[in-house]
């Protein structure tokens, strides 16, 4: 069998569905890029038909991606494929992804139809697709939950009506890693044309089994995997692409290679976090801050004796350096340019000048500036162009006193200007930011994260606001969390006024 495994990343597509981490094209453009550096074979770029900005995007990637394959989204419906084959004109390389649901569960519940329809609008579909494109790949959503001989027939079908390649989803991530790996098996054993397609993975991690249930179905037959950046998706996430990469390169005697530049690892994971203010959990596998980290005493002294006694990885394989330059306030243009382009952002002479002036004056705040410091900055002027900006804050708060804040808020050039009490420094600065904003707003989430364990550092906040019954996500970044809080505030305000 083949050793070759094709990594299909899907950040663009299903991690982008993540509610607060939709990209912009500019931002899914950057990101494409940086996959493509990374050495990802498919970059599945969005789904067309949802909207005009998904449709756009894809086109928009196409002309921006070289070798890799681009890859749309549809549903098992004409309009979808039309529109997809429509997004991928300028792709070098298309696929169109095309599907319907298998289990029983949506066969009855969510189309009413029979188990013979749903073959009949799978073979349909595909054919359809094969009129645009010659690499068509067919996904039976739910195939976890598919009893494996009505599978079976599906994939059948679709490989005859002329499907490349077939998706075998744990939708609902409810498989066990030996019954998913069962799975591909049977059908590797039980489908006549097994060969003239490649099957692929897609688990979600919703009881923590994505990447047990991804190696398993790569164990048993599958060659290609469905991934994402820091295993981010809908609900409890997808499989984590540097969890199978690294697992591979691990474990040689699985005989896998991948055409992974692991070394781009890393600093495609801080992108990634960066743009869609996503913190990475600092004990998350390969990328998390701890992921190298030793604080037993016991595992210091075995560390520093000998590496291998704790790691079975070395952190440059996936792009960090222990010995990468330190930025502080005296450091010039030229390792601050350097430091961007290491985590995949090229900038104009214009752009550097703006962000090296940010750099210099929050490197007077903190003695050390790190990469999340540098990709909060690079990422700083999202909002510089919306309609509410913080003018300035002042907070008076201390023990056993009530904390007073005012504030100014610049909106459409106009200053205004309020002073409310509240319940700590925080409380007091959004009440007196709703003065200005007379909305019926509720803070439905507040969440601080502080990047390192240093006091003067960066904290991010994340906000979710509900208005009008929609929930809207908010992000700030600043060394003074009551700043930070108030501007992740109105960076929801700007999304429901935009």
């Excluded at 899914?28 to 599945?44: F, H, P, R, S, Y």
């Excluded at 050039?413 to 002073?419: D, K, M, V, Y």
């Excluded at 364990?453 to 009008?468: A, L, P, R």
Aim: some cysteine; hydrophobic content about 40%; glycine content about 6%.
């Amino acid at each position: 069998m083949d050793n070759r495994l094709y990594i299909f990343d899907t950040t663009l597509r299903d991690g982008e569905q993540v509610p607060g981490c939709q990209l912009n094209t500019v931002e899914k453009i950057q990101v494409a890029k940086q996959l493509e550096m990374l050495g990802v074979d498919v970059i599945e770029a969005g789904f067309p038909i949802s909207s005009p900005g998904d449709f756009n995007s894809v086109i928009e990637i196409s002309k921006a991606v070289t070798w890799p394959t681009i890859c749309a989204l549809t549903r098992a419906v004409e309009k979808d494929i039309d529109c997809a084959a429509e997004a991928l004109k300028y792709a070098k390389h298309k696929r169109i992804h095309t599907g319907v649901g298998t289990s029983d569960s949506h066969i009855q519940y969510k189309f009413r139809s029979t188990r013979e329809k749903i073959i009949e609008t799978a073979v349909r579909a595909v054919k359809y697709a094969k009129q645009y494109v010659e690499d068509v790949e067919f996904y039976a959503e739910d195939a976890g939950r598919t009893d494996n001989e009505y599978l079976a027939r599906v994939v059948e079908a679709v490989i005859k009506a002329g499907a490349t390649v077939v998706n075998i989803p744990d939708t609902t991530g409810y498989c066990l890693p030996h019954e998913y790996g069962a799975k591909i098996k049977y059908l590797m054993e039980h489908v006549d044309c097994i060969d003239k397609a490649i099957i692929s993975t897609h688990c979600h991690n919703d009881l923590g089994m994505a990447t047990a249930n991804t190696l398993s179905g790569v164990i048993n037959g599958a060659r290609q995997v469905e991934v994402t950046i820091n295993g981010i998706g809908e609900r409890a996430g997808n499989t984590s692409l540097e969890e199978i990469v690294m697992i591979t390169k691990c474990h040689p005697m699985l005989n896998i290679e991948t055409n992974i530049n692991t070394q781009k690892i890393y600093p495609t994971s801080r992108m990634i976090s960066s743009l869609m203010n996503m913190p990475v959990q600092p004990n998350k596998a390969i990328v998390g801050r701890n992921a190298f980290a030793h604080s037993s005493g016991i595992h210091q002294d075995g560390v520093l004796k000998d590496v291998s006694t704790y790691e079975i990885m070395n952190p440059k394989d996936v792009g960090i350096d222990d010995n990468s330059i330190v930025l502080t306030a005296r450091s010039g243009r030229a390792a601050l340019k350097h430091r961007l382009s290491v985590l995949g952002i090229e900038v104009e002479v214009e752009k550097l000048n703006e962000i090296y002036e940010q750099f210099l004056r929050l490197a007077d705040k903190k003695k050390e500036i790190n990469d999340d410091d540098i990709l909060m900055l690079a990422g700083a002027d999202r909002s510089t162009n919306k309609g509410i900006k913080l003018e300035y804050l002042q907070v008076t708060t201390g023990l056993n006193i009530r904390s007073v804040a005012s504030l100014g808020l610049r909106i459409s050039g106009e200053l205004f200007e309020s002073a409310a009490t509240g319940n700590g420094p925080v409380d007091a600065a959004i009440k007196a930011l709703k003065q200005i904003i007379k909305r019926d707003m509720t803070l439905r989430e507040f969440t601080i994260q502080a990047i390192s364990k240093g006091s003067d550092d960066v904290g991010k906040v994340h906000m979710q606001v509900e208005y009008n019954d929609v929930n809207y996500y908010g992000f700030g970044a600043n060394t003074d969390i009551v700043s930070a809080s108030v501007e992740a505030y109105i960076d929801c305000i700007n999304k429901f006024r935009d």
